[in-house]
């Protein structure tokens, strides 16, 4: 898993809002201290001297305001101060010149706006009913006998009128300019909180597949003795029976006679069913380790629960019966290899939940059917149930009914990670003492073309339809031994050497290149993108083997070659269907 290195991004957001309101604060203070020598000599010369003091006054208090909430870092207390003291300002100017009738007094609409910019939305709300007070009062006091007096001369209302309108104009393009700071503030922290909200969703999934990983790790750690069961059981007759034959032969050069034809076909017969087994377990084991998590599309739900059937087989065989119940048309739009750690992980807990002795009496189930657009997988068993005081926290990490050291607590969880993944979800029913059942929905999807196509097995070998010069390259001697016998009825040249073989490529001219994907020295990529350099027509014809994927961009590689890959262990039908597949796109092509 890469290392998770997020921007530099501050999280206390508390301190970013603090910063951000100093900085207005320090705007709107600077603004309207710079605009104060224009009110002392307007009420100089209106002739209201103590209106010209009380703003002296107030710009020094402001001031001082300022420098205490920079130094302590804390706008709160200095936005209601700096707040409050303009509104006391602007509330004596109307007492000294007439009250509501002042056109000072329609200055009293930006303080809300002031106060949510200094400190915040309830700020606004309480000056904003200071305000209607003061309105209300000033509107009222005439009714009362509270008579306001108006210093200023009746001739001079038009000049004062028109200075108020210019400071108004200042003013209100100082707040608006500490507005307009403040939003972009806010899209500055936005654009910053959503890629701190990325970061944390790709570490999320990171995490999330270093655990599906770690899982599958710790799975193949508790099931390899098993594996190994499974594995030698088949060998032991594999080469059990070879060596039969080996003797009888040895015998009829010895004696003259001649082996028995139907005992002799019975050994190979058997033979061949134990290395199918085998073949099939390492192709089960290569998907569960190896599979491409990436890769998305249809996958057949009867062949991931054979593949983790055959993968818990031993774990399953003392414990109890398996019986499977699963339509082989059902696939879901998933992977493969995720799939099978789920169905390898409630297979395992299932056969945990039973005593082992009893395999008899004892049922393990996986059953898949189609409702509506989603598939129905359940796995049941029969085994001693989980309690219901936990049952709600059975897919939390680390959270294990197993005895200590028996179990991780992960197996589950992760699970549940990879349904999500799969974008569907799990379920779990349970009786203490009679067994659980696990339902899984996943969404089904139509098979693929391809997927059909894979999963025909040819039974008998295709008869060629004409004599094909083909070229094989692998670094294995012995798998190009059984390449010239079993492809005897073609013209066959053999290759060890990747390098020979990429020469041999570019000077002959062969219908169909038979090619490993995994050599030392050059890869089958590298030959492959080496002649569709130099010959592009040439690299049309050629196809790969593979044992394994152990190379990075394999995988890709071969998903962009769709069709033209065969897996080791090779049968010959598979091989020859294949090869005359080609021959016939590409003659079709030219």
């Not at 010369?45 to 009380?54: E, F, K, N």
């Not at 025909?456 to 798998?479: F, G, H, M, N, W």
Request: hydrophobic letters at 45%; aromatic letters at 6%; glycine letters at 8%.
């Amino acid at each position: 898993m890469a290392d998770y290195a997020p921007d530099p991004i501050p999280t206390d957001l508390a301190t970013l809002e603090q910063e951000r309101r100093i900085r207005v604060l320090t705007i709107v203070t600077l603004g309207l201290v710079a605009m104060m020598p224009f009110f002392v000599y307007q009420y100089i010369d209106l002739g209201v001297p103590s209106v010209s003091v009380a703003v002296v006054i107030i710009g020094i208090v402001g001031l001082l305001n300022l420098a205490l909430a920079r130094r302590r870092r804390d706008s709160r207390l200095g936005g209601w101060v700096a707040t409050s003291i303009l509104l006391v300002l602007l509330v004596f100017s109307n007492l000294q010149s007439g009250g509501f009738y002042d056109p000072n007094f329609g200055w009293l609409y930006v303080f809300p706006m002031l106060a949510a910019l200094l400190v915040d939305v309830r700020a606004g709300w309480v000056f904003t009913i200071l305000v209607l007070l003061l309105l209300v009062g000033f509107w009222l006091a005439p009714e009362y006998g509270f008579v306001i007096p108006d210093r200023i001369p009746a001739e001079e209302h038009a000049r004062q009128s028109l200075a108020n309108r210019i400071s108004a104009v200042l003013a209100i393009g100082i707040i608006l300019a500490a507005s307009a700071r403040q939003q972009l503030f806010a899209r500055e922290l936005l654009v910053r909180s959503n890629q701190e909200l990325q970061n944390e969703i790709e570490h999320r999934s990171q995490v999330q597949q270093q655990l599906i990983r770690t899982e599958r790790a710790a799975s193949m750690g508790k099931l390899i003795a098993g594996l190994a069961h499974e594995i030698n059981n088949p060998l032991t007759y594999v080469i059990g029976n070879l060596e039969l034959l080996e003797i009888a032969f040895d015998d009829a050069s010895v004696t003259g006679s001649t082996a028995q034809p139907e005992e002799s076909q019975r050994l190979v017969a058997d033979a061949l069913e134990g290395v199918g087994r085998v073949a099939d377990l390492v192709r089960d084991l290569r998907e569960f380790t190896h599979g491409d998590e990436q890769k998305f599309g249809p996958v057949s739900v009867a062949h991931a629960v054979k593949g983790a059937s055959r993968l818990v087989a031993n774990e399953m065989r003392h414990r109890a019966h398996l019986e499977v119940d699963c339509d082989d048309a059902l696939h879901v739009l998933g992977n493969e290899g995720r799939l099978q750690q789920i169905l390898v992980i409630l297979l395992t807990n299932g056969a945990h939940a039973i005593k082992e002795g009893s395999a008899a009496e004892n049922l393990v189930r996986v059953s898949a059917r189609q409702i509506n657009d989603e598939v129905l997988l359940e796995v049941s068993d029969t085994g001693s149930g989980i309690p219901s005081d936990v049952r709600e926290q059975i897919f939390e990490p680390f959270f294990t009914t197993k005895e200590v050291g028996e179990g991780s607590g992960m197996g589950l969880f992760v699970t549940r990670n990879i349904v999500k993944s799969l974008g569907g979800r799990i379920k779990v029913d349970s009786t203490p003492g009679a067994g659980s059942t696990f339902s899984i929905f996943l969404p089904s999807c139509e098979p693929s073309a391809e997927a059909i196509q894979s999963a025909r097995r040819v039974e008998k070998i295709p008869v060629p339809e004409r004599t094909l010069q083909i070229l094989a390259i692998d670094d294995e001697a012995s798998v190009l031994m059984y390449l010239r016998r079993a492809l005897a009825h073609h013209d066959l040249t053999t290759e060890v050497s990747p390098r020979a073989g990429l020469e041999r490529i570019l000077e002959g001219t062969y219908d169909v290149i038979l090619c490993d994907l995994m050599m030392p020295e050059m890869s089958g990529m590298d030959i492959y993108y080496a002649v569709r350099r130099s010959q592009p027509e040439l690299a049309d014809r050629m196809l790969f083997m593979t044992g394994g994927l152990f190379v990075e961009n394999a995988p890709d590689f071969l998903t962009s070659l769709s069709g033209r890959w065969i897996a080791k262990p090779l049968r010959i039908g598979d091989l020859e269907q294949l090869i005359q597949d080609r021959v016939r796109f590409v003659e079709g092509s030219a």
